[in-house]
């Protein structure tokens, strides 16, 4: 009965991770602009690649009994650097004069950003 | 104008030391797992290279003062060494040999001479990835 439920959660876990990872391909595809696409994929994308490497820390560790202690690096590693990928790579696109999409209503960084002409 | 970067530089800051730690860890399975000196040795250089892309050379010259051209030869003579020390026993060139020794803390460990040429490579593969990447990046 254990061996079911463990085997179910396991699954789960996995196949939760790659339904976050097409989400995030399908937000790629279809969000209008720049902005809005790193929103989607680089927090979909670190959702499901955690939940994907959790799931086979768990399958390890209830299959052969050994917690393998590079997939713990790895989800702290992908949980830290992807979000911090995203805001650089934003930042560079608002730098760059990037437009907005057209029904964007509000600007906050118009006036605190000064776009530099030397990125 | 140069505007801060706050964020890239303390994420770099701290997982600098994550990466080059990792590094260590798979040049020194690399005898029983997959790693060993050429792996860790880029892992190394891109350790420094985060450093290098968050702040820029006079941080790197303060933090790490080595003139990487300098930990090429060392470990080409490392590498060597290695080799010519199997003269002293008798033996072909590079022939390796290993032995199982008490260590206070590890115990029971198994350590190989093979090591030692993999320390060569190691220094040399970062010496080379960083001499490449200051010589394009410092040519203006």
């Known amino acids: ?119 | 104008m140069r505007t801060n970067d706050i964020i890239l530089q303390t994420l770099a800051k701290s997982f600098m030391f994550v990466v080059i730690a990792f590094s260590f860890y798979v040049f020194l399975t690399g005898h029983h797992h997959p790693g060993g000196g050429f792996i860790g040795g880029l892992m190394t250089s891109a350790g420094i290279i985060l450093l290098l892309l968050a702040f820029d050379w006079k941080v790197l010259k303060t933090v790490i003062p080595i003139d990487f051209k300098i930990l090429v030869a060392i470990g080409l003579l490392t590498a060597v060494g290695s080799g010519m020390g199997s003269f002293l026993f008798g033996v072909p060139f590079l022939t390796h040999t290993f032995g199982y020794f008490d260590l206070p803390i590890l115990g029971k460990t198994e350590l190989a001479t093979a090591t030692i040429f993999d320390t060569g490579v190691y220094l040399v593969v970062v010496g080379i990835t960083m001499t490449i990447i200051q010589s394009i990046g410092e040519s203006e």
């Open chain 1, 1 to 119: 009965m254990t061996e079911t439920i463990v085997e179910f959660l396991i699954g789960a876990l996995v196949l939760l991770g790659a339904f976050f990872c097409l989400v995030a391909a399908l937000g790629l595809m279809r969000m209008p602009d720049l902005f809005t696409r790193t929103h989607a994929a680089s927090k979909a994308s670190t959702l499901g690649v955690m939940l994907t490497l959790l799931g086979v820390l768990a399958f390890f560790w209830y299959e052969d009994g050994y917690i393998n202690a590079r997939l713990v690096l790895g989800i702290i590693f992908v949980f830290i650097t992807t979000p911090v990928a995203g805001h650089i790579i934003s930042r560079a696109a608002y730098n760059m004069n990037v437009p907005l999409w057209e029904k964007t209503v509000q600007d906050d960084l118009k006036n605190s950003y000064s776009k530099s002409k030397d990125v």
